[in-house]
């Protein structure tokens, strides 16, 4: 349905424009001989001349006449056997206004009777209707139109670079167009007969070529035009569709990240770690254990909606959350943090740290005889958290959102994404941190 609902208005602009090019009655009077300077002017308002035909017999011959301007009228061959003229005919007819040159013989334009009847070619040859033609060429000029539309806007963009994908496009529009001109209907001449067949069957005397090479080369302009337009539409109207997808995303994502910072099972084993210190009458590590679990929940609190924050920040909460997991794992969890100072200004999206300690914790084995090692150091501006994978024997459930959320939020708040790095021995998150604008 989605194929067909664009398929649609290419189908009407193109027909829309064959109509254009096929109602424009100013072309053949401007780009053929046959308007000259008398534009505008009918057969029966131009000046008529009256004489008689006399042809050699190659068929070209001269109407002699008695006319004050001139002692004869130059008839070709061609004209001869397409108006099927014969020796002795009485012709009434006009001249071409741009034969009235001094010593030259003027040309025959049009007859406008023979032999004191009107003359018309459509009398002469059974040819086919106007209608007919009509159609035939609204057709033809349609799927030409339709051709183009899909090569400009409906071929795959399989390519990478856009001036390559655009350079094969107008290559190939401009092949099709030179093949539509080849095989164009035109009304042609042959055998005595009038009828509608291809441009190359048509002979160079007809003229048609301009008009031919006319309707094409407007029909490839035109549509290079349009679907440069609906191009750029198409894609504005992209942009405004991902953007609003990226900002109902962005709601869900906080939404998830919160849900996933403060659950019910964090809270409850931070309490118990509480508790058991309470029980130990260890009122010093108590308090600090208490400090620490307020600042960790505050610091979650006012950056739930935060986009970015320093890496000075992120280190510091992490620190604090780090804490709460040395309490509970005792002498078991270790973690490495290797921060250049020179980074603690860069940014990056703010609890980024925190799903991937609670993973490393989550989904490891921690013992006294395989105690866990987390890393946490830059290299090169890229955060780097590593810790090796030690599997539990019995797996806790996952809720998903770890990995996917923090993945989402750097490709919405920071634009870059992350890297995962995960083999039998070791699991590795590479976060590029944003350097501070000056």
Request: glycine share 4%; proline share 4%.
């Amino acid at each position: 349905m989605k194929f067909r609902s664009s398929i649609l208005p290419h189908v009407v602009i193109a027909l829309a424009l064959s109509l254009v090019i096929n109602f424009s009655y100013l072309l053949v009077p401007i780009i053929t001989d046959q308007g000259g300077d008398n534009r505008g002017v009918s057969v029966e308002e131009a000046e008529h001349s009256e004489g008689v035909l006399h042809l050699s017999k190659d068929l070209h011959g001269y109407i002699v006449c008695g006319c004050e301007l001139r002692d004869s009228t130059y008839v070709t061959g061609w004209q001869a056997r397409t108006m099927k003229l014969q020796e002795g005919d009485t012709l009434v007819f006009t001249v071409r206004p741009e034969a009235h040159v001094e010593g030259a013989h003027p040309r025959l334009d049009r007859v406008v009777r023979r032999n004191g009847e009107k003359f018309d070619l459509d009398m002469i040859y059974d040819r086919p209707s106007r209608t007919v033609e009509f159609v035939w060429q609204i057709t033809y000029y349609a799927i030409l139109s339709f051709l183009l539309i899909c090569i400009f806007v409906l071929m795959p963009k399989r390519s990478r670079s856009r001036a390559l994908y655009l350079l094969y496009a107008v290559v190939l529009a401009v092949v099709v167009t030179a093949v539509a001109i080849y095989f164009a209907p035109v009304m042609t001449f042959k055998d005595g007969v009038m009828r509608i067949g291809f441009f190359f069957e048509s002979s160079p005397r007809d003229n048609v070529y301009l008009v031919v090479l006319t309707k094409s080369l407007f029909m490839l302009v035109v549509t290079a035009l349009y679907s440069y337009i609906y191009t750029l539409m198409h894609e504005r109207q992209k942009i405004v569709v991902e953007n609003e997808r990226l900002k109902t995303e962005n709601l869900s994502t906080r939404y998830n990240m919160l849900m996933g910072q403060i659950n019910p099972h964090f809270f409850f084993n931070s309490l118990n770690s509480l508790a058991m210190l309470v029980r130990e009458h260890d009122e010093e590590r108590a308090l600090e254990y208490i400090d620490q679990l307020s600042y960790t929940f505050r610091y979650i609190i006012q950056n739930g909606q935060s986009e970015l924050t320093t890496l000075r920040d992120e280190i510091e909460f992490a620190r604090a959350y780090i804490y709460l997991f040395k309490i509970r794992y005792a002498d078991k969890l270790f973690f490495d943090i290797e921060i250049d100072p020179e980074y603690e200004s860069w940014q990056l999206p703010a609890l980024s740290l925190q799903p991937l300690i609670g993973n490393a914790v989550k989904h490891n084995s921690i013992t006294t005889k395989k105690p866990l090692r987390v890393s946490i150091r830059i290299v090169d501006g890229v955060l780097e958290i590593e810790n090796p994978k030690q599997p539990k024997l019995d797996v806790e459930p996952s809720t998903g959102i770890g990995l996917d959320n923090l993945r989402s939020r750097w490709e919405i708040v920071a634009h870059q994404h992350i890297e995962i790095v995960e083999d039998d021995s070791r699991f590795l998150v590479r976060l590029p941190l944003t350097q501070p604008k000056a």
